[in-house]
Structures are given as C-alpha cells and as structure tokens.
C-alpha cells in the first residue's frame, strides 16, 4: 500500500512500519533515573500529540524489579524531561507546562517536584529566562540547574528586566565577539549558561496560616557569573556529598580556535579552579567515586590532518588537589569508552562504547584497568545506572530489532531481562543478518543486512546501500530517522554498513580512512556493496544509494564516481568542502582535520560533471552544521553541470526537497512524513520504474 494512502476503516497495517502513521504514532523512550533506594525507575515517554505535528514526553514509573506494569507518573500538553532524584526520593523535572498556582503567569520551563511519598507535582522554581537541566547529588541535599542569563545581567531581576526589554521591543538582534555563533540549529547569545545552585528561601509571611505541605520558596545561587560562554554545550557532573561540581569549559584560543578544559566549582564559595589544561587536549568530566575522591575523566586530542582524535579515559584523585598525574584506565583497550556509573564499593567502573556493530556495557576494574564486558548480546545500551547494592544495572537498550526499552542487567551473569515497558515493541516482518567482505587492504568491512520476507533468488530484492554519518560512528542502535524497515516493508533490502572512519573496530580502523574520505571510506562501501549483490536474494541491477551528512557526503562522492547505482538520495549533505569549512557552525574543527589541498582533493563538487545518475536533495534551512549553502550549490550544479542538467523546457530526473523550518534532523513528524513519503516516490519511479504519488501535503 502507498504511504500516502489511508487505511481502510476497521483494518490496520501488517505492521506498523507498513503504514507511516502508525510508525510516528509509536511511543518512543528516553533516558533513565534511579531512585537512591533503588525501589524506582523513571524514564521519559514521547508520544505524537492528537494533530500529528509534535511529540509531547510525559515521566513514567518502571518497576526494577519486573512485577508491575509501567505507570505514567505526569501529564499535560507541554510534557516534561530531566527526571533526576533528590537523595531522600523526591523527584524533579522540567516543564513548561501552567504553574496551578500562578494560571496567568506566562509559561516557562520550570523546575517541578513530585514528592517520594506521592501527591501532586507542584512548581518549586520558575524564572523568567526558564530552567534548562537540573541535577542532583547522590548522598545529600543538593540540587543543581543550567540555567541562561543574558551576558549583561547582573541578577536575576535584572536579568528578568533585560528579557522583557528585548521581547516587548521585539529586538532579536545579538552582537558577537567571539566564535562559535551558531551551534546545529541554535543562535547563540545574547544568553549565556550557567550553573546554579538550588537553595531554601525565607517563608514570604511567617506565621501566616497554610496548609501542611506549605514550603519557603526556592531561590538560585548563581556559581559561575564570570564563565562567559564557556558553558555552552558543556558537560558538568555532582560529586556525591554535593559540594562540588565539575565540568568542562571552552577555553578560547587564537584565531578563532577553542578547546574544553576541565574545572572545580566549589559550591560553598563558588569558586572556579581549572584542573586540566593542555595544548592539544579536551577533558570532559565523568562520574565522581562514592567516596568523592576519584573522578573519571575523558580526554579527546585534537585532529590533525594525519591523526585521528584519540579518545581516552583516566582516573583524577581530586582528594589530593593533585593534577600533574593521569591514570590511564583501560589503557591497554582499543575502544572509545563513555563512562557511566560506578560500583557502589568503588571498585570498578561500567562504561558502554561502540564494539562490532554493538554498544555493550563493559566493566573496567579500577585496580589494574582489566576490561570485561558485561553484556553480550549485539545491542546498544545507554543510560546506565547501578542498584545500591551493586548486583545489577539498568539501562535502556536497542537493537535494529527494537527501539530503547528498559533492562535490567546482572553485573555476575551478564544476564538480561527486559522490564514492563510502557509499550509493547513494534512488530516487523523480514530478517536482519550480520554480513561482512575483505577490502583491498585485507581488512575486514562489516555491515548489517535487512531483508524483506519473501527475497529468494526466484523473487530478488532491490537493494539500499545506506552510509552512516559522522563520520566517527556506527550502525549499531535503532534510529527513528533512518529506520530501514520502512524501507523493507515496501520490499527493498537495506544495507547498512561500517566503513573505514567507523567507530567500534579500533583506533586503526579510522586512521586508514583519515584526510582521505574519498579512499578507503568509498572503496570499502564498494566492496561490501559487491559483496551483497553476488547473493541470489538481491537484485544487482535494482539499486540505490543513500546517506544523511557525512552520509550524504559520500553519497555525493558516490554520485561522481559510479553509476552503478539507479538513484542518490543525499540528506543534509556536504557539497563543497572549501565552501563548507568556513560557513559550518565549528569551522575551528573542521579545519584542523584537511589542510585546503586534501580538502579540494575530496570535494564531491569537482565530479559533478561525472554525475549521470539520478539525486535527490534534502536540506533543512535551519541546518547550521551543514549549512544550506551546500544544498542550494549542489542544486544549481547539478541542474547546471551533471549529464542530467535540464533540458531546454528546464526538466530534469533530479529533485529537491527542501524544508525551510528545519534543522539537521527534519524532526516535525509531520515533516517526517513528508521526508519517507518524497523518498519513497523518487525511489519507486528511478529504481522500480513504479509511479507512485508525492504525499498530498505538498500541494503538487
């Protein structure tokens, strides 16, 4: 059935990525908080609103021990997020949604509580700037929010002043002084983050009559006033006993350069104290020890054009107030560790990374830097956190089998159970297989295959290549944006492999891809792609190529290299890579990675000539990362200088589509349609010589 198509009334679809409603329409979980006791999960549930054009997230209850039902704990139309636990078993959370108590008030995102021994959740903070994150220490009373004031306040009712100021003069207009300006899809500044602290306020009336539940307001400390712009996009954890926070800061440096310095704000005083700074490094703050002295710490080396950043992580004895001496953990182990949670005795960490088409959880002993991984199945795990006691984990984990869903992990067996979930896992028909090829270097190139039911060598599929972003990434964790079993309901087989560049198969397997993306990346997708289409079950002369921007990039390079391929889609996808450096939202990273010669050497702009295949070219205008320019550049050229220009009645094979309201992403799930419905049709008329219709909503 066509996408575009309604449902008859009283059937359903075979599943719901058979029909794209019903695919927006499934719930989608994120993120996970543990409560101190260990009694009480929460996550956050997105559910698509009665119009269809946003999703709306409401906090829900999980048993960890797997007995009861998941239960909503929230609800209003502006949802809520950033559930974290007080340590006496509150809970907070942010939302935008009408404070009960002030119904006139403009709504804000606010700082909510929802009590450990239940009732209503009530506002306990609101700020006209709003309430951007908050967290909270494990072993006391503390609680933290990143928060913005515009970078000329000097409090918070001066703050408050200033925004009304703007607003009620309608003036949007920022004045820079530095780099970045822009950051994925966000204008940045006048604004500016900062981290404050939460503390008791006097009772407004003392004496004065109210209920039993009454409580002084809360009012904010502001602990970093003079960190500038540092704190945007950075990375900031609570010790246990709550009386320090550390996090990264973005130094700036020369020439518009920057890096990410590690820093101790010391909440009693608010002192600011720089623990790591060195040339050529980023630190990046992970979780603190149970006993506040031991904090892990993540460092990232700077690219260059001959070397790939290296990821590694290391012990910081804080205690001492020592910070010439690093301990490498796990240093003998070739993988990109995240930290995420300690053992309770303090004895070892968990940390997830990419390993072979996989996020396992893994844990590394603190004594000798010894890794084990904990799970072993071929999924993705995010969100980990640890039970009081240390016997077992939880974590939110997909696969291309399923979307995020709650488990419970025991750290002895590596055993996994699935939690009650607050909803049951979307069904889908065809087959997923691991399949790999050797490149011409010898080195192996792994890859995912999803197969429609019924592909055999009597009835062949039509075949997908699909090139991950990044480029320092993996296929291994279900994505609600590039999701291949739209694709395979429809009959296609998808392919979606790791090439050179990718994360997960060492430090090596991206170096021999590094400064060189139209080598190793293109000839190992090649190879794979030769590989699958020596099946019987898949369709050599029925194929197409697709990827989203470093995916789109190459699907680019693809378009001027081959035409073995029926159709290109490229997604949010660089064009030019002269042009590109200087107008992407970091160019202080960017250029560090290709001197102008390499990139030249790589710019899919110089084969448009080559270009003889049919594309199609998706840009949201909102895209800082990669900006529209590249877009609107690749249109025109290809309209202009591809053996598919246009004719003299101005028509061509090629199509654009272009979303002037979104970002990197396109994220409206109205939009969403729209994307896989354009898809769809492009693919069916250049691939199966099928016709079938654009979605109606673009009016054509």
Known sequence: MDSTEAQTPGTHPETPFHDLDHYLAIPRVGGLALSPDGRRLVTTVSTLNGKGTEYVTALWEIDPAGEKHARRITRSAKGEAGAAFAANGDLYFTSARPDPDSPDAEPVSALWLLPADGGEARVVLSRDGGVGSVMTAAAADAAFVNASVLAGSTDEENDEERRKGRKDNKVAAILHSGYPVRYWDADLGPAEPRLFAVEHGDTPEPGKPSTVDATAPLKLRNLTPGVGGSLREAKSVVSPDGRTLFTSLSKALAKADSREVLAAVDVATGSVKVLLDREGMSYFPGPVSPDNRTLVVTSESDTTPAEAPRVKMHLLDVAAGETLDLAPLAHHWDRWGAPAAWLPDGSALLLTADDDGATPVFRVAVADGAVTRVTPDAAAYT???????????????????????????????????????????????????????????????????????????????????????????????????????????????????????????????????????????????????????????????????????????????????????????????LWALDQFGPTTDASQYWLKEMTAEMAMENSPHRNVGNIKTPMLVIHGDKDYRVPIGEGLRLWYELLSGSQLAADENGRTPHRFLYFPDENHWILKPQHAKVWYGVVEHFLAKQVLGEDIPVPEELGL
């Open 383 to 573: 969100d980990v956190v640890v039970s009081p006691d240390g016997l077992s984990a939880y974590a939110l984990r997909s696969s291309y089998g399923y979307p995020p869903e709650a488990v419970r992990i025991d750290l002895a067996s590596g055993d996994v159970v699935r939690l009650p979930a607050p909803a049951e896992r979307p069904a889908y028909k065809g087959s997923l297989e691991r399949v790999e090829t050797e490149a011409a270097d010898g080195v192996r190139v792994p890859a995912y295959l999803a197969l429609p039911e019924g592909a055999s060598a009597e009835n062949p599929a039509p075949l997908l290549l699909w090139i991950h972003g990044g480029p320092l990434g993996s296929w291994n964790a279900w994505t609600w944006r590039w999701n291949p079993w739209l694709l395979v309901a429809k009959g296609y087989a998808v392919l979606l492999p790791d090439p050179a560049l990718s994360t997960g198969y060492g430090q090596d397997f991206i170096q021999r891809g590094w400064g060189e993306w139209g080598k190793r990346p293109f000839t190992d997708l090649m190879a794979i792609t030769d590989a699958v289409v020596a099946r019987p079950d898949i369709d050599e002369s029925r194929t197409a190529a697709m990827g989203g921007s470093f995916g789109g990039y190459m699907a680019n390079w693809v378009a001027g290299q081959t035409d073995r391929f029926k159709a290109i889609v490229t997604h949010a996808s």
